[in-house]
Antibody, heavy 120, light 110 residues
Framework: EVQLLESGGDWVQPGGSLRLSCVVS????????MNWVRQTPGKGLEWVSG????????YYADSVKGRFTISRDNSKSTLFLQMNSLRAEDTAIYYC?????????????WGQGTLVTVSS | QSALTQPASVSGSPGQSITISCTGT?????????VSWYQQHPGKAPKLIIY???NRPSGVSNRFSGSKSANTASLTISGLQAEDEADYYC??????????FGGGTKLTVL
């Protein structure tokens, strides 16, 4: 059974940093791209970032480029999102999601999400 | 990265068919056959129901189908059931290697 479990969400002040993790099990982690997608409570979904199976290729939404860094440790089947210079508008539930095939084309397994709150 | 346009809400009676549209531009929906659709029930994570415009992942009911014409993609749900009541989101691969989502559509089964 495929499982994705996010952690690391917390309350942080504007300008602060957080590191999210997503531990995966049930498939060969290194064979598939991964993404982070966020959702403001009660609102819509927003793609944040994606990474290739080997970790060499990364993609970012303009809204987080230069502030967030996606990475992965395939030996530990874990995906990360380092978030710096956090802003109030980054407040959201953050989901990790596995790519069906290519990184940015369809995500078939999702975690349950972890809540990030940016507020003074 | 402008959001794709979806109707805020649609409704239908059990057994009927409904269609949800997702309109973008030639830089996203119209330029690539990489549109996906997700179903989200309250308090749950999104679930992939269509990818690459019209492909269904294994385990997804064949009552769900996808299509595309020019800059507009569509999700059709046939034989509407009470359990289909949820929010539906489209997304598309876009130029400069990004992904853009629609604003979401709330489906009400009457």
């Amino acid at each position: 059974e495929v499982q994705l479990l996010e952690s690391g969400g917390d309350w942080v002040q504007p300008g602060g940093s957080l590191r999210l993790s997503c531990v995966v099990s049930g498939y060969t982690f290194s064979s598939y791209g991964m993404n982070w997608v966020r959702q403001t409570p009660g609102k819509g979904l927003e793609w944040v970032s994606g990474i290739s199976g080997g970790g060499r290729t990364t993609y970012y939404a303009d809204s987080v480029k230069g502030r967030f860094t996606i990475s992965r440790d395939n030996s530990k089947s874990t995906l990360f999102l380092q978030m710096n210079s956090l802003r109030a508008e980054d407040t959201a539930i953050y989901y990790c999601a596995k790519a069906v095939e290519a990184i940015l084309r369809g995500w078939d397994y999702w975690g349950q999400g972890t809540l990030v709150t940016v507020s003074s | 990265q402008s959001a794709l346009t979806q109707p805020a809400s649609v409704s239908g009676s059990p057994g009927q068919s409904i269609t949800i549209s997702c309109t973008g531009t030639s830089s996203d929906v119209g330029g690539y056959n990489y549109v996906s659709w997700y179903q989200q029930h309250p308090g749950k994570a999104p679930k992939l129901i269509i990818y690459d415009v019209s492909n269904r992942p294994s385990g997804v009911s064949n009552r769900f189908s996808g299509s595309k014409s020019a800059n507009t993609a569509s999700l059709t749900i046939s034989g509407l059931q009470a359990e289909d009541e949820a929010d539906y989101y489209c997304n598309s691969y876009a130029s400069s290697s990004t992904v853009v989502f629609g604003g979401g559509t709330k489906l009400t089964v009457l």
